[in-house]
């Protein structure tokens, strides 16, 4: 505010500078003088109508300036708020991996860009009896765990999502056929090493059944899901616990 009135009384004296110079330019040639209360007049008048007039002006846009300021402030809360929301429904609350949508829209856009690896479909073995023996907590903590294992493996170029239920996918850039099977074996036997106790402390175990499929470029990632699917029936059906890749 006192900037505000700093300028309106700037303002003010240049109004008063500025009538002076008119009325002694003027006034001699029309014939009269510029004294007494014309001279006054000269002054006060500026000063009365300048001086308001600019402090409202100055006021109003000072308000809108910050006004202003404080849209753009907001609107970028908004779309960061947005972004947050967005980032959120595209993860698993319980794993914090990308769920199915969000792994396929990923999977869609690694195709497009000409990127070759192998999709791992997985699914932890007899995870029903989990949660009828030991509780859904239980349950909760072993998908817990399997996601952080999933996640530590994918790392920042790969990904890796919970598809639904006990069900994961993993998709691993840039790895061979034969370099495939060979992870498929060291993600089971990490979600085989997780330490998986009940409430009375004793050690549950946990393994998965593995389907991978390696996929060329441009692949369809329903179809590739698909066949990293049967794959997967094909280790479940050998017993479970082991894993299935292949072309």
Known sequence: MRNIVAKSVMIGIMSVIASLALSFAIVPHLGGQVAGAGL??????????????SMLQLWQADRLKR?????????????????????????????GLFNRAAFLDELAALSRNG????????????????????????????????????????????????????????????????????????????????DLRSEAGARIPLSASIGALHCRPGFDPEACLRGADEHLYEAKSRGRNQSVASL
Do not use: W
């Open 67 to 95: 006004a202003r300021a404080e849209t753009a402030q907001a609107l970028e809360k908004l779309a960061a708020a947005y972004e947050e929301l967005r980032q959120i429904s595209r993860r698993d609350g319980l794993t």
């Open 40 to 53: 006054i007049m000269t002054i006060v008048c500026p000063l009365v109508i300048s001086i308001p007039a």
């Open 115 to 194: 990127v070759t690896g192998g999709l791992m479909f997985l699914d932890l073995d007899h995870f029903k009896s989990i949660n009828d023996r030991h509780g859904h907590a239980t349950g909760d903590e072993a998908l817990r765990r399997t996601g952080a294992v999933l996640a530590l493996d994918a790392g920042q170029f790969d990904l890796s999502g919970r598809l639904g239920g006990e069900e994961f996918a993993l998709f691993k850039t840039g790895v061979t056929a034969k370099e495939l099977a060979s992870h498929c074996e060291e993600v089971r036997l990490a979600i085989e090493a997780i």
